[in-house]
C-alpha cells in the first residue's frame, strides 16, 4: 500500500470511529472492523511465527477480530492516542492470549528454556567449553537438584 494509500486508510478509520462513538450504529462498527481487517491480518502473519501447529492462521484472525471489537468498544480519545495505535495493540493483545491459550507449557518453563538458552550462548562466546549442569545451576542461581 502506497505511503497516500495508508494515511487515507488511517484517516477513514479514525471518522469511522469518531461516527461510531456518535452514533453506537451496528453498521458503521461493522464497516469499522472490515476497515481494520488489513492490520488483524498481518499482525497475525507475523505473530503466527510464534503458534503452535494446531492454529491455523484463521483461529489468530478470528482472535484479532475479538481485539478490534473490544477496542472500539473500550477506545478513550482523552487518553491521547489515536484509535489506530491504540487498537494494534489490543489486536496484537488477543493475538498472544490466543496462542498462549493453546500452548500446553507454561510460561515459567519457557522462561526458563530461554535463560539456560543465553547461559549456552555466552558460555560459547565466551570460548568456554560447553557449560555442564553444575555452570548452568550455578549461573541460573539454583540448586542443582
Not at 461516527?19 to 453498521?27: F, I, K, L, P, V
Not at 494446531?54 to 489468530?60: A, E, I, N, R, V
Not at 491459550?101 to 555466552?122: H, L, T
Request: charge should be negative; aromatic fraction near 8%; proline fraction near 3%.
Amino acid at each position: 500500500m502506497g505511503a497516500i494509500a495508508h494515511d487515507i486508510k488511517l484517516a477513514m478509520i479514525e471518522e469511522l470511529w469518531k461516527e461510531y462513538n456518535n452514533t453506537r450504529s451496528d453498521g458503521i462498527r461493522d464497516r469499522l472492523i472490515i476497515a481494520c481487517l488489513p492490520f488483524v491480518r498481518s499482525t497475525a502473519y507475523r505473530l503466527s511465527a510464534y503458534a503452535n501447529q494446531s492454529q491455523d492462521m484463521d483461529d489468530l484472525v478470528s482472535a484479532g477480530i475479538i481485539g478490534i471489537m473490544d477496542a472500539i468498544k473500550k477506545y478513550d480519545p482523552s487518553k491521547g492516542a489515536s484509535f489506530k495505535n491504540y487498537a494494534q495493540h489490543r489486536i496484537r493483545g488477543a493475538i498472544i492470549d490466543e496462542i498462549r491459550s493453546m500452548d500446553w507449557v507454561p510460561y515459567s518453563i519457557r522462561e526458563k528454556a530461554r535463560s539456560i538458552e543465553k547461559i549456552y550462548a555466552e558460555f560459547e562466546k565466551s570460548g568456554n567449553p560447553m557449560p555442564d549442569e553444575n555452570d548452568i545451576s550455578r549461573a541460573m542461581n539454583i540448586s542443582l537438584e
